[in-house]
């Protein structure tokens, strides 16, 4: 083993640092632990294997892309500890930044072929060495903001495991193609045609799988829009059920009040004579005739004020105690299909899981209210059987079919807003705390 050979190993090893870059890019709402501390650990990480990975190869008869297989397995289980996503996410993110490092590899060995038509990857020139790190640094800071962007759009609108899962898929096909790819003898380059098809390939399926990547997003957005239009269309239908049933109360009430002069005149004859049981008999009927409003006015905003009633007739109809005390601020920057998506999920899941329980046994109490004039917090505790699912921090349900992508769902708007969403248990009580900033350069 040679200073030289170890240090352009070391050098080509070290393509995992912007690589690493790019792939925190667009998780910065969803480390575990502080933010600093974990570039620390990655950076750490990557060149204690870069260092380890340098003597093996030096010390044994393989090239560099032998150790990087394992270590691409390594830095992903690391890559997911130090993250509060689901594994789909977190695999998903990760296998597109593998990609298309596998793919500047490649260029870079294209490179090194060039320049010396003779040797063997085993050969690695110092040259190719920096090359390909120049290339990573080069690609991550191009890349970077749009993957802060748009793959973080991806990971809070985007929570289909299933899709994801395609994702990966179609990832790996590009990632196993670049390995098929990898020229290990450079003379194979120069010899007939074989040099000009691989340079014809190898740059149409790197833009082949940018555009496919293009694609699946502007898919996912497309999917992210019309979800939206269905909650819109869906509180709508709240809105308009609650509005048809208070115009029924309206008419009914306004029939009493048109017949109320007639029965202050009935009471009074019946008082002038003293028949005091027909008065009694007169008032209960009176009392079973007014008619039962049955939308409550809980808020001020209408499209909360349906959905809070929606859910509050849900959970009386379960026979499932409820406590809500609902303020919100007269200025809320806060998007209404986001507070309506957050309050719905919390309701959803405390209804579903008072729905476990015995009857004298469910609750839920709800506080919503602004705090400094600046956050606005949601607090919502609910009774449940005591048994749970956990991954890590991370409840998950314990429904069939169920993930816990909900909880997901809220604790990635929070984020949004700058805010946080914190799930916890205590007994057989399950507490939800949500806190969003009011204001609207909190966007």
């Known amino acids: 083993m040679t200073l030289s050979g170890f240090f352009t190993a070391f050098l080509t090893y070290l393509i995992m640092l912007p690589a690493a870059v790019l792939c925190f890019a667009p998780v910065q709402n969803y480390f575990r632990f502080k933010r600093s501390h974990t570039y620390l650990a990655a ?32 830095l992903f289980f690391a890559y997911h500890k130090s993250l509060n996503l689901h594994i789909s996410q977190s695999l998903g993110v990760y296998m597109l930044v593998v990609v298309f490092y596998s793919f500047l590899v490649n260029f870079s060995i294209i490179f090194d072929a060039m320049r010396f038509p003779d040797r063997h990857l085993k050969d690695f020139s110092l040259s190719a060495s920096v090359f390909l790190l120049v290339l990573g640094m080069v ?9 802060a962007k748009y793959g973080s759009f ?26 098929r790819m990898v020229i290990h003898r450079y003379s194979t380059l120069h010899t007939n045609l074989v040099g000009i098809a691989y340079f014809t390939v190898m740059p149409m399926m790197f833009v082949l799988f940018l555009l496919l990547c293009v694609i699946f997003y502007y898919l996912v957005n497309a999917l992210v829009e019309k979800a939206e239009i269905e909650d819109r269309n869906h509180i709508l239908e709240m809105q308009e059920k609650q509005y048809a049933s208070l115009q029924h109360y309206i008419v009914a009430d306004t029939k009493v009040r048109h017949d109320f002069r007639q029965t202050i005149y009935t009471l009074t004859e019946l008082s002038e004579e003293k028949d005091y049981n027909a008065i009694d008999e007169y008032l209960h009927r009176y009392r079973d005739a007014l008619p039962m409003k049955e939308t ?5 905003d209408h499209a909360m004020n349906a959905l809070l009633n929606h859910y509050l007739q849900r959970a009386e109809s379960n026979d499932i105690r409820t406590e809500l005390n609902v303020m919100l601020p007269e200025i809320n920057h806060i998007d209404n ?4 998506s957050i309050v719905g999920n919390i309701l959803e899941n405390a209804i579903t899981a008072c729905l476990d329980i015995p009857e004298e046994r469910r609750f839920i109490r709800m506080v919503i209210s602004e705090e400094q004039n600046r956050e606005l917090y949601i607090a919502v ?18 429904h069939k079919g169920g993930n816990g992508i909900g909880l ?25 705390d949500v806190m969003l900033v009011n204001k609207s350069a909190s966007r």
């Open 408 to 432: 997901i769902s809220i604790a990635a708007t929070a984020a949004r807003y700058g805010g946080t969403a914190e799930f916890s248990h205590d007994g057989n009580i399950f507490f939800s």
């Open 296 to 300: 409550a006015y809980l808020c001020s």
């Open 139 to 147: 690609f991550s800071g191009m890349t970077c903001y749009l993957m």
């Open 43 to 74: 950076a750490g990480l990557i060149t204690l294997l870069a260092v380890i990975c340098s003597f093996a190869e030096n010390l044994l008869p393989f090239d560099f892309s032998i150790p990087f297989l394992p270590v691409i397995v390594i």
């Open 337 to 340: 299909i986001d507070l309506c």
């Open 381 to 398: 505790s609910n009774s449940f059987s005591g048994s749970l699912r956990k991954k890590g921090d991370r409840y998950l349900s314990t």
């Open 154 to 179: 991806l990971l809070e609108h985007l929570q289909q495991i299933r899709i994801w899962m395609v994702s990966i898929l179609v990832s790996a096909r590009f990632f196993f193609f670049n390995l």
